[in-house]
């Protein structure tokens, strides 16, 4: 039963007749893990928090620099040097009270990662390099919990959404060799609004997720902010990928 301040809070939400009261019970009874409050984490994060998500735990070990202003929104010149996971999670604790903000102030590694997963119906992968979104990768894997992942280098965005119980690739299959280099918008340059655009891509697939709605699992989607162009293309199981193909397949 939501209270009259929740009708009024969550408004737009539930006049909407695919999300309704129903989808918004639902959006305050999920828990989402944010790992990452940079660019992608930040709007994330904020829309998560201002449409209800009951739960949102962040984690990122860093300190706000003067270079992240040009786009990560949750920080302002005061903050400089402070945790980026604490200052977030007072921005959005302000956003929205009616919710719970845990903001952890640590990396994620194979050591954390488990058992913050565990404890979440969903992860987003909001991190800028490799070796941690392999490990999310697996994390979610080995636990079965869906992650949706973003990332995004000067105009250009991707996304994906990925679900260990059904038969498409992984992040792993689409980065098979730590040769190549997925897009990473803290070594090069980054159109602001671009990975805004992706951060809160990942945001509208983590609410309809929750509320039911069917998600383009396993499809890599993505993004041109020159010539604002999606494109959409499905990622395959490699037989041989030690993340999800071989013996550690789940079945569809
Ligand atoms: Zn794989």
């Given at each position: 039963m939501l209270s009259n301040e929740q009708l009024l809070r969550y408004s737009s939400n539930i006049l909407m007749k695919e999300i309704g009261e129903t989808g918004q019970q639902r959006l305050l009874k999920s828990h989402v893990l944010i790992i990452g409050l940079g660019g992608l984490g930040c709007p994330a994060s904020q829309y998560l928090a201002s449409s209800g998500v009951g739960q949102i735990t962040l984690v990122d070990h860093d300190t706000i620099s003067l270079s992240n202003l040009q786009r990560q929104t949750?920080?302002?010149?005061?903050?400089?040097?402070?945790?980026k996971a604490w200052q977030a999670g007072h921005s959005l604790s302000r956003l929205n009270p009616d919710i719970r903000i845990t903001a952890i102030e640590e990396k994620a590694y194979e050591g954390n990662l488990d058992a913050l997963a565990e404890q979440a119906d969903l992860v987003l992968d909001?991190?800028?390099n490799r070796e941690t979104r392999y490990l999310i990768n697996q994390s979610c894997y080995r636990l079965n919990t869906p992650l949706i992942s973003a990332a995004a280098r000067g105009f250009n965005g991707q996304l994906i959404a990925l679900n260990p119980g059904q038969s498409h690739g992984c992040y792993q299959c689409l980065?098979?060799?730590?040769?190549t280099e997925p897009l990473n918008c803290s070594n090069a340059g980054i159109a602001a609004p671009v990975v805004g655009i992706m951060g809160s891509s990942q945001a509208l697939l983590a609410i309809n997720y929750f509320t039911g709605h069917k998600l383009a699992w396993g499809y890599l989607q993505t993004f041109n902010g020159l010539s604002q162009n999606w494109q959409q293309l499905y990622l395959p199981r490699a037989a041989?990928?030690?993340?999800?193909?071989?013996?550690?397949a789940h079945s569809n």
């Amino acid at each position: 039963m939501l209270s009259n301040e929740q009708l009024l809070r969550y408004s737009s939400n539930i006049l909407m007749k695919e999300i309704g009261e129903t989808g918004q019970q639902r959006l305050l009874k999920s828990h989402v893990l944010i790992i990452g409050l940079g660019g992608l984490g930040c709007p994330a994060s904020q829309y998560l928090a201002s449409s209800g998500v009951g739960q949102i735990t962040l984690v990122d070990h860093d300190t706000i620099s003067l270079s992240n202003l040009q786009r990560q929104t949750l920080y302002s010149s005061d903050g400089i040097g402070l945790s980026k996971a604490w200052q977030a999670g007072h921005s959005l604790s302000r956003l929205n009270p009616d919710i719970r903000i845990t903001a952890i102030e640590e990396k994620a590694y194979e050591g954390n990662l488990d058992a913050l997963a565990e404890q979440a119906d969903l992860v987003l992968d909001c991190t800028d390099n490799r070796e941690t979104r392999y490990l999310i990768n697996q994390s979610c894997y080995r636990l079965n919990t869906p992650l949706i992942s973003a990332a995004a280098r000067g105009f250009n965005g991707q996304l994906i959404a990925l679900n260990p119980g059904q038969s498409h690739g992984c992040y792993q299959c689409l980065y098979p060799d730590a040769v190549t280099e997925p897009l990473n918008c803290s070594n090069a340059g980054i159109a602001a609004p671009v990975v805004g655009i992706m951060g809160s891509s990942q945001a509208l697939l983590a609410i309809n997720y929750f509320t039911g709605h069917k998600l383009a699992w396993g499809y890599l989607q993505t993004f041109n902010g020159l010539s604002q162009n999606w494109q959409q293309l499905y990622l395959p199981r490699a037989a041989s990928c030690p993340v999800c193909g071989g013996q550690n397949a789940h079945s569809n």
